[in-house]
């Protein structure tokens, strides 16, 4: 059960993590007032590197905690 919850909430911080990595990119550029792909992909550039790590690493964390609490749950309603 505690591993479903942790797997869920660090989903759930993956997903913030991910919606403030473009919400920074956009407030890098809030001066613009005209926006292209290659503008964005710019500003998004400078975003720091180590973010998007934490992103794909909680990510990850949480899928495999949320298969385990889950595999864990399955293996006891079985007994």
């Not at 911080?13 to 920074?24: D, F, H, T």
């Not at 613009?32 to 992909?41: I, V, Y």
Request: proline residues 3%; hydrophobic residues 55%.
């Amino acid at each position: 059960m505690y591993k479903s919850l942790i797997g869920v909430i660090m989903l759930l911080i993956s997903a913030v993590l991910y919606g403030a990595k473009y919400i920074a990119a956009v407030s890098g550029g809030v001066e613009h007032t005209q926006w292209s792909t290659e503008e964005f992909a710019l500003q998004l550039s400078f975003v720091p590197v180590p973010m998007s790590v934490f992103i794909y690493l909680s990510a990850l964390i949480g899928v495999l905690y949320f298969i385990w609490g889950s595999w864990d749950l399955w293996k006891d309603s079985q007994k």
